[in-house]
């Protein structure tokens, strides 16, 4: 029972802490946001989506087409994302691997996501 009221306790600190950063705009909203872009626990965004604002090719392949037995060039594409929904946006994020062969899977905590979110509906507009 102590242990669980500890552990209760902690975690309150912990969250109130958490919570000051971003009201305190100690670094504001659209920083963090841009912080987490880059760092965001994993590969950054910026290194897949670049500046996020227009589709990016990330790599380039031949695969024999199994009808023509050609050669066709694909190429594998990070979308411009400063224009998705909320509801794509979560989707996405909290997607894991099965969903897709090239996007990393991160763990991101709600407040994380949603200035990470704010961040990137703003990132044409710098
Ligand atoms: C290794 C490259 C890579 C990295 C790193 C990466 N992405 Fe992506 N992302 C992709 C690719 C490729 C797609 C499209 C195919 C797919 O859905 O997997 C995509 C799709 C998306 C989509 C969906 C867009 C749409 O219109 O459906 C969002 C949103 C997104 N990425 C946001 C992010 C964010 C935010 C980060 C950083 C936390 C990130 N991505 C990191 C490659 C990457």
């Given at each position: 029972m102590r242990l669980i009221l500890s552990v209760i306790f902690l975690s309150s600190l912990l969250f109130s802490a958490t919570k000051n950063t971003l009201d305190n705009s100690f670094i504001t909203r659209f920083e963090y946001g841009a912080m987490l872009y880059e760092?965001?626990?994993?590969?950054?965004c910026i290194s897949c989506h670049k500046k996020g604002d227009k589709p990016v090719i990330i790599a380039k392949y031949k695969e024999k087409d199994k009808k023509t037995k050609k050669l066709v060039e694909k190429s594998i594409i990070a979308p411009a994302i400063n224009n998705v929904s909320y509801e794509v946006f979560i989707d996405k994020m909290t997607a894991d691997k099965t969903d897709s062969k090239v996007m990393p899977t991160y763990f991101l905590t709600k407040e994380e996501l949603d200035s990470l979110f704010f961040y990137i509906k703003r990132l044409n507009k710098k």
């Open positions: 760092n965001p626990r994993g590969v950054g």
